[in-house]
T-cell receptor, first 109, second 118 residues
Framework: GQNIDQPTEMTATEGAIVQINCTYQ??????LFWYQQHAGEAPTFLSY??LDGLEEKGRFSSFLSRSKGYSYLLLKELQMKDSASYLC??????????WGAGTKLIIKP | GAVVSQHPSWVICKSGTSVKIECRSL??????MFWYRQFPKQSLMLMAT?????????EQGVEKDKFLINHASLTLSTLTVTSAHPEDSSFYIC??????????????FGPGTRLLVL
């Protein structure tokens, strides 16, 4: 079956760095997405990786290793507004998104 | 980035009535739109995939006669919750896939519609 695993909840301190991991097993692979979802709001697109390596976009970076079925989202210089759920999603061979359950990130002052 | 709108953002209705939710891609054409439902503190659940000009594909356990989906144009899809009941109260979110011709087919989400059935 298809499976996306990510931690349920993480806590970090304002100004620090946090890494949210995602492992996947899917039928085919056409890219991995990270979305941010604040409480009560719809998800917003953060990043897309289809090749191995690190993609940097401001304070956020996303890494992919296809051979290991592994990705992480790295958030630097954490701000209170980064408190949200972070969703990992993989596009399978049918171009359908398989969603992880999300990681709730709590930022403390 | 691509913008997707949803209307209305909030609906309160009586049990037994029908509710229509619109999803529009504002600055791109979306051949495929998706409808999700999310209950409090739970993950997104895909309800159906909607392709322009054809019938929607429903996920297992989603009643197609209760959740009517119409995707009449490349920028508009509608979800109608027929004979709504309190258990249908949820956060309904649509997304549209941008097909720009490249490999990336990012889904962009609308802001969501909160439905409360009394």
């Amino acid at each position: 079956g298809q499976n996306i695993d990510q931690p349920t909840e993480m806590t970090a301190t304002e100004g620090a760095i946090v890494q949210i991991n995602c492992t996947y097993q899917t039928s085919g692979f056409n890219g991995l997405f990270w979305y941010q979802q604040h409480a009560g709001e719809a998800p917003t697109f953060l990043s897309y990786n289809v090749l191995d390596g690190l993609e940097e976009k401001g304070r956020f970076s996303s890494f992919l290793s296809r051979s290991k079925g592994y990705s992480y989202l790295l958030l630097k210089e954490l701000q209170m507004k980064d408190s949200a759920s972070y969703l990992c999603a993989v596009m399978d061979s049918n171009y359908q998104l398989i969603w992880g359950a999300g990681t709730k990130l709590i930022i403390k002052p | 980035g691509a913008v997707v709108s949803q209307h209305p953002s909030w609906v309160i209705c009586k049990s037994g009535t029908s509710v229509k939710i619109e999803c529009r891609s504002l600055d791109f054409q979306a051949t495929t739109m998706f409808w999700y439902r999310q209950f409090p503190k739970q993950s997104l659940m895909l309800m159906a995939t909607s392709n322009e000009g054809s019938k929607a594909t429903y996920e297992q356990g989603v009643e197609k006669d209760k959740f009517l989906i119409n995707h009449a144009s490349l920028t508009l899809s509608t979800l109608t919750v027929t004979s709504a009941h309190p258990e249908d109260s949820s956060f309904y979110i649509c997304s549209a896939r941008s097909t720009s011709g490249g490999q990336q087919e990012t889904q962009y989400f609308g802001p969501g519609t909160r439905l409360l059935v009394l």
